[in-house]
């Protein structure tokens, strides 16, 4: 069974850069596709940047440009590389992954994925 630990959130202040982790236990990474989504208080879910079992990515609209997405099969691990945040940014942070080898045209609305982290919390704030 499946597993997935996000890290790296935190308070930052507009403009700073987080990276996240999410290691994966119990499986190979390799026939996975990889999805970050966020939910912030009082909003809905939403899929932040995919990454296929070849490194293909995709990207919110709100997000292109600062984000990035990579993935390290040999250690189970997907990193969201956060640059330039903003206030909005602020959420909850979830990997989550997907017996695919790529990723939908309707990743971000997450019901492609199978197996969900707990989360890991984003504040960005002066």
């Known amino acids: 069974q499946l597993q997935l630990v996000e890290s790296g959130g935190g308070l930052v202040q507009p403009g700073g850069s987080l990276r996240l982790s999410c290691v994966v236990s119990?499986?190979?990474?390799?026939?996975?596709?990889i999805g970050w989504f966020r939910q912030a208080p009082g909003k809905e879910r939403e899929g932040v940047s995919c990454?296929?079992?070849?490194?293909?990515?995709d990207f919110a609209d709100s997000v292109k440009g600062r984000f990035t997405i990579s993935r390290d099969n040999a250690k189970n691990t997907v990193y969201l590389q956060m640059n330039n945040l903003k206030p909005e940014d602020t959420a909850q942070y979830y990997c989550?992954?997907?017996?695919?080898?790529?990723?939908?045209?309707?990743w971000g609305g997450g019901t492609d994925f199978g197996s969900w982290g707990q989360g890991t919390q984003v504040t960005v704030s002066s």
């Open positions: 989550a992954v997907a017996y695919l080898q790529r990723c939908l045209p309707l």
């Open positions: 119990g499986e190979s990474l390799d026939y996975y596709t």
């Open positions: 990454i296929s079992t070849i490194g293909t990515a």
